[in-house]
C-alpha cells in the first residue's frame, strides 16, 4: 500500500527479533505508520470490519456481559448483540486466547464476530463506555441530583463523560431498539413530552423537566450540524451511527415554537431498508398482477398514497426484484433514503439544474433501461416521466392520490392529455399501512353482527376475526409491525380506450375487475378475515364508511 518503505520494514523486522513484539505494534511504536492505518490494513487483509469509535452506540446490556477488567486485560470490547452472534471490537483480532476468555461471557453456542481496531481506540472506548449510567431514568437521576455545567462548552467536549451526551444517545438508541420511525421532543409550559411514532402512531414515552431542554436541543443540533444561535428560524440536520452492523442515519427537523424549538428525528434505519417483494404483504392475486405488469418492457408504474404509506419501500423491492447486470437502473429522488448496489442513484438538490424535471432529462443521456423517479410534482417532471416511457423505458415513480383511479384526472390535473396517458401508463397501484395484530398475544373471536354488515357477510355465520390483547412484545398495544394493504389497477387496451373516450373512474373501476382488479378496502377486509390486522386498524388506514 506505499506506507513504509523496504528500509523501515527491514529496521522493523530486526527490533522484532529483541522484542518479541507484533509486528503491526512495532511499526506504530517506531513511529512509522499511525494506529488507524494499522487498523485500516489489518481490516482490508482480514476481511474484517473496521470499528469506527466516534460513529457507534455500543449497547448497555453488552457492557454488563462483560467486565471491565476483563475488557483491558485482553484489550477487547462488546459492542452489540445481533441474533446468536456478538460482535467484538478486538486490538488483536488472531488473538485465540482474547476470543477464548471472552467466550465465557457470551450466551452458549454464540458465534463471536471480531471487528478490527487499534488497542488505543479500544483503551479509549472502555474508558468512555464503562462505568457510566446508560439508563434513560439513571441518566435523568444522575441530572437532577449532580452539578452538572450544562453550558456548549461542556457539550462538545469529551462526550460520554457528560450525562446530557449519554441523555441523548440513550434517547436515540432506545428509539431505534422499539421500532420507532420518528422521535418527536415537544416543549410545553413546565416539561418536556418525549413522544415515538411507533407504526404509524404517536406513543408518549416520558416527560422531562423544562430545565434540561436547552442543553438537550443544544446537544442535538450540535451533532446534526445546525445553527446552534439561530432560535428563531427552521433548520433542519442530520447525523448518523453504527450500531452493531447496521448503518442508522437520523434526519433532524427543528421548528420555533410558542414554549421552544420543538425537534422531531426521522430514523432512517437502511439495514431494514429494501425488502423483498414477497414480503410486501401482496394478495395472491395482486402479486400475480404485479409480476405480470412488471415484464413489461416499457411504461410507467405509478405507486400512489400519503406520505408514510411505504410507497418507497414497495417501489425499492420492485426495483431489487429487476435489478442485475444486464440492466442499467437510475434513480431520482429527494433524498435518496436507501443505498442499493448496482443501481445508479442521484439526488435532487435545490438551486441547481439538478431539480426533477431537468434531472430526469439528464438521466435519460445516460443509457438506462429502467427510471425511477422520486415523486412526480408538477407539470414539467410528469412531461418528462412521460416521455421517457414513450421512449422505450420502464418507469417507476409516486404520486399523491387517494386511490388508484384517481391518478389518472390527478396526471390530467398537472396537464397531461387522456391521448398521451392511454397507451404508456402500464399500471397503478394504491397502498397503506394498517397495523398488524401482535404474533404473540392476538387471538381471534367471532364477529359481531355490526362487524359482519361491514364484512358483507351473513351474520347468521360470523366468521372468526382477529382480537388484540396486549403483550410485553408489542407494549401492551395489541400491534407489532405494519401490513400493506392494496389495490392494483392494470392498464391495457380495454382500459385505455375507456380513458380516451373520457369515462367515470366507476367505469373505468367496474371494468378494471375483469383484469383482477380489487378495491383497497376489500383487500384489506381478506386480510381481517386471515386474522393478520383488525378492522380497527383497517378503519384508520382505510376509508371504510361506505360498509358502515
Keep these: 500500500m506505499g506506507l513504509i518503505s523496504k528500509d523501515q520494514l527491514q529496521v522493523a523486522l530486526y527490533e522484532r527479533?529483541?522484542?518479541?513484539?507484533?509486528?503491526?505494534?512495532?511499526?506504530?511504536?517506531?513511529g512509522f505508520i499511525?494506529?488507524?492505518?494499522?487498523?485500516?490494513?489489518?481490516?482490508?487483509?482480514?476481511?474484517?470490519?473496521?470499528?469506527?469509535?466516534?460513529?457507534?452506540?455500543?449497547?448497555?446490556?453488552?457492557l454488563k456481559r462483560i467486565p471491565k477488567e476483563v475488557a483491558l486485560r485482553y484489550r477487547v470490547l462488546p459492542v452489540a448483540m445481533e441474533g446468536n452472534s456478538m460482535r467484538l471490537a478486538m486490538a488483536d483480532i488472531y488473538d485465540v486466547l482474547a476470543l477464548d476468555q471472552t467466550r465465557k461471557y457470551a450466551p452458549p453456542g454464540c458465534e463471536i464476530i471480531p471487528l478490527v481496531s487499534s488497542e488505543a481506540e479500544i483503551l479509549q472506548a472502555i474508558d468512555q463506555f464503562y462505568g457510566y449510567e446508560f439508563s434513560l431514568d439513571g441518566i435523568l437521576r444522575e441530572l437532577e441530583t449532580g452539578k452538572h455545567d450544562v453550558s456548549t462548552a461542556a457539550l462538545s467536549g469529551e462526550g460520554y463523560v457528560h450525562?446530557?451526551?449519554?441523555?441523548?444517545?440513550?434517547?436515540?438508541?432506545?428509539?431505534?431498539?422499539?421500532?420507532?420511525?420518528?422521535?418527536?421532543?415537544?416543549?410545553?409550559?413546565?416539561?418536556?413530552?418525549?413522544?415515538?411514532?411507533?407504526?404509524?402512531?404517536?406513543?408518549?414515552?416520558?416527560?422531562?423537566?423544562?430545565?434540561?431542554?436547552?442543553?438537550?436541543?443544544?446537544?442535538?443540533?450540535?451533532?446534526?450540524?445546525?445553527?446552534?444561535a439561530d432560535k428563531l428560524n427552521p433548520q433542519d440536520g442530520r447525523f448518523g451511527f453504527s450500531m452493531g452492523s447496521r448503518k442508522i442515519d437520523f434526519r433532524v427537523a427543528c421548528m420555533p415554537t410558542v414554549h421552544g424549538e420543538n425537534i422531531v428525528i426521522r430514523i432512517l434505519d437502511k439495514s431494514r431498508s429494501v425488502i423483498s417483494i414477497d414480503s410486501l404483504g401482496l394478495s395472491e392475486g395482486?402479486?400475480?398482477?404485479?409480476?405480470?405488469?412488471?415484464?413489461?418492457?416499457?411504461?410507467?408504474?405509478?405507486?400512489?398514497?400519503?406520505t408514510g404509506s411505504g410507497k418507497t419501500t414497495t417501489l425499492y423491492a420492485v426495483l431489487s426484484h429487476i435489478n442485475s447486470l444486464e440492466r442499467n437502473i437510475m434513480t431520482l429522488e429527494d433524498p435518496v433514503e436507501y443505498e442499493v448496489q448496482l443501481m445508479r442513484q442521484g439526488q435532487v438538490r435545490e438551486g441547481t439544474a439538478m431539480n426533477f424535471a431537468d434531472?430526469?432529462?439528464?438521466?435519460l443521456r445516460q443509457d438506462p433501461d429502467v427510471i425511477f423517479i422520486?415523486?412526480?410534482r408538477d407539470n414539467a417532471t410528469a412531461a418528462m416521466a412521460l416521455r421517457a416511457a414513450m421512449t422505450g423505458h420502464q418507469v417507476y415513480?409516486?404520486?399523491?392520490?387517494?386511490?388508484?383511479?384517481?391518478?389518472?384526472?390527478?396526471?390530467?390535473?398537472?396537464?397531461?392529455?387522456h391521448g398521451l396517458l392511454a397507451g404508456n401508463i402500464i399500471g397503478i397501484m394504491a397502498q397503506r399501512l394498517a397495523r398488524r395484530l401482535c404474533p404473540n398475544c392476538g387471538t381471534r373471536r367471532p364477529a359481531t353482527a355490526d362487524e359482519c354488515r361491514i364484512l358483507g357477510i351473513d351474520p347468521t355465520s360470523p366468521p372468526e376475526i382477529g382480537e388484540k390483547v396486549g403483550c410485553g412484545e408489542c407494549r401492551f398495544t395489541g400491534y407489532k409491525g405494519r401490513l400493506a394493504v392494496h389495490e392494483l389497477l392494470p392498464m391495457n387496451r380495454t382500459?385505455?380506450?375507456?380513458?380516451?373516450?373520457?369515462?367515470?373512474?366507476?367505469?373505468?373501476?367496474?371494468?378494471?375487475?375483469?383484469?383482477?382488479?380489487?378495491?383497497?378496502?376489500?383487500?384489506?377486509?381478506?386480510?381481517?378475515?386471515?386474522?393478520?390486522?383488525?378492522?380497527?386498524?383497517?378503519?384508520?388506514?382505510?376509508?371504510?364508511?361506505?360498509r358502515l
Design 163 to 228: 450525562p446530557l451526551v449519554r441523555l441523548v444517545n440513550a434517547i436515540v438508541l432506545d428509539a431505534v431498539k422499539t421500532g420507532a420511525s420518528d422521535i418527536h421532543l415537544e416543549p410545553e409550559g413546565a416539561f418536556v413530552r418525549l413522544r415515538y411514532r411507533i407504526d404509524g402512531v404517536m406513543q408518549q414515552i416520558r416527560t422531562f423537566h423544562k430545565d434540561h431542554w436547552p442543553a438537550i436541543s443544544h446537544r442535538i443540533k450540535i451533532v446534526s450540524g445546525m445553527n446552534i
Design 34 to 62: 499511525t494506529e488507524a492505518a494499522l487498523s485500516a490494513v489489518l481490516a482490508s487483509s482480514s476481511g474484517y470490519e473496521k470499528f469506527d469509535l466516534q460513529g457507534t452506540v455500543v449497547e448497555p446490556e453488552m
Design 286 to 306: 395482486n402479486h400475480n398482477l404485479l409480476h405480470r405488469l412488471i415484464r413489461r418492457p416499457e411504461g410507467i408504474i405509478i405507486v400512489t398514497g400519503p
Design 359 to 363: 434531472g430526469v432529462r439528464a438521466l
Design 495 to 546: 382500459i385505455d380506450e375507456m380513458i380516451l373516450a373520457g369515462s367515470s373512474l366507476a367505469n373505468v373501476r367496474a371494468e378494471a375487475r375483469k383484469f383482477g382488479y380489487i378495491p383497497i378496502a376489500e383487500d384489506g377486509i381478506q386480510k381481517v378475515m386471515q386474522g393478520l390486522i383488525t378492522l380497527e386498524s383497517l378503519g384508520r388506514a382505510v376509508d371504510i364508511t361506505d
Design 374 to 376: 422520486g415523486e412526480v
Design 397 to 417: 415513480t409516486t404520486l399523491h392520490t387517494n386511490d388508484a383511479a384517481g391518478a389518472i384526472p390527478r396526471l390530467h390535473d398537472l396537464g397531461l392529455s
Design 17 to 30: 527479533k529483541r522484542t518479541n513484539k507484533l509486528l503491526g505494534t512495532l511499526l506504530v511504536d517506531l
